[in-house]
Structure formats: structure tokens, C-alpha cells
């Protein structure tokens, strides 16, 4: 029984630390906030229990005393839980985590703190503002800007605040900007003092004004910019426009869809994630076992009377490796087959278990790996048995071609992939009000289980472009009316990334 105060950071997912991704994967409850970026609860176990206490200006989930009892109460459910508060930021840096520690204390419950990236300091990082410089700052103050500007005496020391030296950081203080800059300039600091506000700080949707104090509540309301934003005063603002690193991010701010399995889709997120696009895992189907694996133990008991053995994904070399294990064999048993591979991700994944794919094709497709084949024994097939396993649902392309020269091909299921709907009535109402640039298809059974949760007409005429990953695919979305715009010359998922960067790159209006 514990409960751990875990920092989840700013916004930017990847700020998390090493321990808080540990805590959250071992957590039998986990306690968010609003301002915890959801991607991080794809670290909870199975069966972990989630909690929103999310709390947005005047609208909380919960009463701060009710989180405090609910922290209470969980950790000693069931003989004792190890409970995770993910909290923005860090727990301890306006984030009411000490009142929370005091009263774990009280009432007897072990706890830890385990700190995260302030906003006050990664959203100034991410705009290009150092918050000390040599030569313009030597000290930082942080402050809530979160006063009453209507009350007697504030808890700010203006006189100081203005003519300290340092840089200021307000932090919740959008609503009371005009406040704070008109106490600063009150109090002798100059009109002309260089400030900034960075909006939603270390995400895809960071906006950032830079102008003088004197400007600064006037640009604000203009640019629309509220909270969540952290708001920066002092000499150091004004090397936002020299060392603005994050911005030029090619996909910044574009909100792409990917509709890969969740095995599969940690790839491809993270390569557009940190190119700048606002990722939704949106994964159109779901990996799962099967109930029984008669024909691939079958197989692998005659694994030396196979001439081929064809692997056409990463999941079927998963799931082949497992069969092997469970049969208690190793790679050593395909010693007397020659291995094809249908893309470099499928070789690789082999690479790792210590076998070189003798076969991969140059286009990444089954119709070229049953070429490639026919190629390599020189087109005549005539009795060599061919072990392909794969999808319990896939194209019969290849093993029709290998059949149809003269080969015996035993297809072994090895997965299911089924529909998932997660996130589907999200994506469906953002797709209708016009708010995605992309959605990302890497196989035609995500083109066939999207179109079941989100249907054609949402995507027809949008705003949204449509990636395909290659041909096969492309084809499957024009059977339903639909066109690919992005299709990559190579039939990749890095292929696919760099097609979609060149396609919002290109200077033809698309912004």
C-alpha cells in the first residue's frame, strides 16, 4: 500500500521521468488530472484502475477534499493498492501535492513524491527563452498569477517583483494579466520590458506572443491565448525570436490520425509526435491471440520439410517465436529453410532473433514476394512445400500464386486481428467538425475496420487528407469511394512519415 505524487509534466508526454513511467506500469490505481497528457495511461497495466479528477478553471471533476479522500480510500481497498496521482507539472509547484502529502500523512498512508518538469520552466525551454542568462538574468522568480486582482492586499510584493532584476514567471495567470502587468508598471518596471506568453506550452498546440509588458494583455486578448499558459517577464523574453527551436517543426500543430494497431502504432506516433503533429492512436484493430494453434504446432514439428518459410509482418514473427519457444526450439530449427520477408520491418524484427531474411522484396507487397520466390527457384516450384504464417485473416494472393506453380503451401494462423473502437466516437466527432489533417492507414484491414466506426461520408470532401502506406491499401479505400493522397514509394512506415512531412511541407496552399 502506497501512494506515489507523480510529476507528469508539462504537456509533451516524453518530459515524464524514467521512475514516473515505472510507477505508473506497476499501479493498481492511477489518480489523473486534467493537465496530465492522456497518452501517458497507455503505461498502466491491464485492469488498472482510472481515475479523472481533472480540475479546469471553475470546473473540477472533484473537490480537492474529495481527491484527498479518494487517494485515502483507494490505497486501502482491497488489503492495500499501490496508488499513482499524476499530476501536470510537478506535484510540489502549484500543484497542491504538498496539501496531499499532509494528508496521506494524517491519516497513516505511505507515500513518495516523485518530481516532474515544471510548466514554468519547460514551456519558457520549448519557446526559446532561457530563464537565466549571463548577461540578462542571474535569478528567476515563479509566482501564481491565480489572485483576486479585487482583494485588499495581494500576496505579491510589487515594489520588488518590478525592480528585483529577475525573470518572472506567472503561472495560471491569464485571467488577472492585465493586473499583473499594470502592478508591474506601476511599480517602476519599464513599459518597454520585454514578455512573453507561451499557450499550452510543450505540445503540438504551443503559441507563443512575444512583445513588451506594456502590449502584453492587449496581444493576448487579441491572439485569443487563455489557460493553460505560462507567462514570462524579463530581458531573457526577448530571445524567443533566436532561439525559437520548436516552431519550425514541420507538422506542428497538425492533428493526424493513426489507426494502427496499439502493438504497432508506438512507431509511427512517436516519428510524427516529434516532427510536431498532434497524434490520436485512434487503432482501427486489435491484435489478438487465437484459441488454439493446431496447424502452426503442426508446422513447426516438420520445419525441415519446408523449403520457404514467408513472414509478412512483425506480429507474425512475434507470435512465431512464441510457438517456437513453446515447442522449445530456437532459430536453429529453420536451418534448412530459406526465409522470405515482405518489407525491412519484418527483416529486422528477424535480424533481432539472429536470422537473415534470404528473401526481401524490393517493393513491399505479396505479389513481389511470390516473385521473388519464383525468381530464386528459377520459376519452377513443382512440390516444395512453403510455410507461411500469418493473420488468421489475410489476402490469398500469395499462397494462390505459390500454389498455382506447383507449390504445397501451408497457411498458419498465428493472430487475430479484430475491430477496436477506442477512441472511435472521439475521431468521428472531430472528423465531422473539420478538425483532423490526417488520418494514417498502414494496412487494409484498418481502412475496413475504420470505415466500421467512422463511415466514408465523414471522410469524403474533409478537410482531412488520407495516407496509405502503399497499393494494397490504397486500393481497399477507393473500393469505398475513397482516395489516397499520401502513398509513399516504398511501402514503409518511415516512407509513409517522410511522405506525409513533404506533403503539409509543400508550397501549395494546404496550410
Not at 495511461?41 to 471533476?61: F, N, Q, R, T
Request: hydrophobic share 45%; aromatic share 6%; net charge neutral.
Amino acid at each position: 500500500m502506497k501512494v506515489s505524487l507523480v510529476g507528469a509534466g508539462p504537456g509533451d508526454p516524453g518530459l515524464i521521468t524514467l521512475k514516473g513511467v515505472k510507477l505508473l506500469a506497476a499501479a493498481d490505481v492511477i489518480v489523473y488530472d486534467a493537465l496530465a497528457s492522456q497518452s501517458l495511461l497507455e503505461h498502466a497495466k491491464p485492469g488498472a484502475e482510472l481515475i479523472y479528477v481533472g480540475k479546469v478553471a471553475s470546473s473540477h471533476a472533484l473537490p480537492q477534499q474529495e481527491i484527498n479522500a479518494l487517494l485515502v480510500a483507494r490505497a486501502r481497498a482491497n488489503g492495500g493498492q499501490n496508488v499513482v496521482r499524476l499530476k501536470g507539472g510537478d506535484p510540489y509547484i502549484f500543484g497542491r501535492g504538498g496539501e496531499e502529502a499532509e494528508y496521506l500523512v494524517n491519516a497513516g498512508i505511505p507515500f513518495e513524491e516523485v518530481p516532474g518538469i515544471s510548466s514554468a520552466i519547460a514551456a519558457a525551454a520549448y519557446a526559446g527563452i532561457p530563464l537565466t542568462h549571463r548577461d540578462m538574468a542571474s535569478s528567476v522568480i515563479i509566482a501564481t498569477g491565480h489572485e483576486n486582482p479585487h482583494k485588499k492586499q495581494s500576496a505579491h510584493n510589487w515594489r520588488a517583483l518590478a525592480q528585483g532584476g529577475s525573470t518572472l514567471v506567472f503561472v495560471m495567470g491569464m485571467k488577472n494579466l492585465q493586473s499583473i502587468c499594470d502592478n508591474l508598471m506601476a511599480n517602476g518596471m519599464a513599459a518597454d520590458m520585454p514578455a512573453a506568453i507561451v499557450y499550452r506550452g510543450t505540445t503540438p498546440r504551443q503559441r507563443v506572443l512575444q512583445c513588451s509588458l506594456a502590449e502584453l494583455a492587449a496581444g493576448a486578448e487579441r491572439e485569443g491565448l487563455t489557460n493553460p499558459a505560462v507567462i514570462i517577464i524579463g530581458a531573457v523574453a526577448s530571445l524567443h525570436s533566436s532561439l525559437d527551436w520548436f516552431s519550425g517543426k514541420p507538422l506542428l500543430g497538425r492533428r493526424i490520425v493513426v489507426t494502427r494497431a496499439t502493438e504497432q502504432a508506438s512507431g509511427i506516433s512517436a516519428a510524427l509526435g516529434d516532427l510536431g503533429a498532434d497524434v490520436i492512436q485512434c487503432p482501427a484493430i486489435r491484435i489478438e491471440p487465437l484459441a488454439e494453434y493446431d496447424q502452426i504446432d503442426t508446422a513447426l514439428a516438420q520445419l525441415r520439410e519446408y523449403a520457404w518459410v514467408i513472414f509478412t509482418s512483425v506480429n507474425g514473427v512475434r507470435f512465431f517465436w512464441q510457438r517456437l519457444d513453446h515447442a522449445g526450439l530456437d532459430g536453429r530449427a529453420l536451418a534448412g529453410a530459406r526465409i522470405a520477408a515482405i518489407g525491412p520491418a519484418t527483416a529486422g524484427a528477424l535480424a533481432e532473433r539472429g536470422i537473415r531474411a534470404d528473401l526481401v522484396p524490393q517493393t513491399y507487397v505479396a505479389e513481389d514476394v511470390a516473385a521473388g520466390i519464383l525468381e530464386a527457384d528459377g520459376k519452377n516450384l513443382a512440390g516444395s512445400r512453403i510455410l507461411l504464417p500469418r493473420a488468421a485473416r489475410a489476402r490469398m494472393i500469395l499462397p494462390d500464386t505459390l500454389a498455382a506453380a506447383g507449390a504445397i503451401v501451408d497457411v498458419a494462423p498465428l493472430y487475430a486481428t479484430v475491430p477496436d473502437n477506442c477512441r472511435a466516437a472521439e475521431v468521428r466527432q472531430l472528423l465531422a467538425e473539420n478538425a483532423v489533417d490526417c488520418v494514417a492507414f498502414g494496412s487494409s484491414s484498418t481502412v475496413e475496420n475504420f470505415l466500421q466506426m467512422a463511415p466514408a461520408d465523414l471522410l469524403a470532401g474533409k478537410k482531412a487528407v488520407l495516407a496509405s502506406i502503399g497499393p494494397v491499401t490504397s486500393a481497399t479505400l477507393r473500393k469505398y469511394g475513397l482516395t489516397a493522397d499520401i502513398q509513399p514509394q516504398q511501402h514503409t512506415i518511415p516512407a509513409l512519415v517522410d511522405a506525409i512531412v513533404a506533403w503539409f511541407s509543400a508550397d501549395t496552399g494546404r496550410n
